[in-house]
């Protein structure tokens, strides 16, 4: 279940907000999630934890300062479990074998072979033109979603490829990262082309905050 809390602000205004579950999440909202923060360089995990829930739910910092320290310390649990969730599906990407996916009513086939099955356009149209424009490697997944899969009849056209990309961003979370798992895990040379983007990744909030907890004694938030 998410977790739920409701606010009141000083007008009277009620506002919802909620550690949001994984299955609801798409791609966009992974990226916009997980974008670097310059201002957790150097704070403690606690603090990471509490700059990834606010961008997780929304909730503007100094909204979060405001609240009960119960109410907050909810949130930080379901954060903490959440985190838990994406390990494992993680973990669970890492061993699928998609061979299609439906969005929007859509069928998309998924190559088994992207280094044979690609043609010489869609190679050149996503490793010279749309990885490059990715900030991060989340963001490279919907890149490489729309220059490889496409619907049963249709053929790769370059012109269309920005345009797929934004579509795909609104693919859920967890399709998304199957697709890119099982083409990573299968060719050697997008491995090379998705590393260059690595330094963005490594900068990752999400990834900052996991190391962070991995390698501080305070594996519980509790207060």
């Known amino acids: 279940q998410p977790m739920k809390i409701q606010t009141t602000d000083p007008s009277g205004a009620s506002k919802s907000y909620r550690i949001k579950p994984l299955d609801d999440m798409t791609l966009g909202e992974w990226?916009?999630?997980?974008?670097?923060?310059p201002t957790t360089e150097g704070v403690e995990a606690y603090e990471q934890l509490l700059h990834l829930v606010a961008r997780h739910t929304t909730l503007p910092r100094k909204v979060l300062n405001?609240?009960?320290a119960v109410e907050v310390t909810k949130l930080v649990d379901a954060m903490v479990g959440t985190l838990d969730e994406i390990a494992k599906a993680r973990e669970a990407a890492e061993k699928a074998e998609p061979k299609s996916f439906t969005f929007k009513g859509e069928v998309y086939f998924v190559p088994q072979n992207i280094e044979a099955e690609l043609t010489f356009g869609q190679w050149e149209s996503l490793t010279k033109v749309m990885i490059p424009q990715c900030t991060s490697d989340a963001e490279s997944?919907?890149?490489v979603i729309a220059a490889t899969c496409m619907p049963e009849g249709e053929?790769?056209?370059g012109a269309k490829m920005a345009q797929r990309k934004a579509l795909f961003m609104g693919l859920p979370?967890?399709?998304a990262f199957d697709?890119?798992?099982f083409f990573f895990?299968?060719?050697e040379q997008l491995r090379s082309v998705i590393s260059r983007i690595g330094k963005d990744a490594q900068r990752s909030l999400l990834?900052?905050?996991?190391?962070a907890l991995t390698s501080s004694s305070t594996s519980t938030v509790h207060t």
């Open 155 to 157: 053929e790769f056209d």
């Open 173 to 175: 979370w967890r399709t």
């Open 185 to 187: 895990d299968n060719s």
């Open 66 to 68: 405001k609240m009960p």
């Open 31 to 37: 990226v916009t999630m997980t974008q670097p923060d």
């Open 141 to 143: 997944y919907a890149a």
């Open 179 to 181: 697709v890119a798992a």
């Open 207 to 211: 990834l900052k905050v996991e190391q």
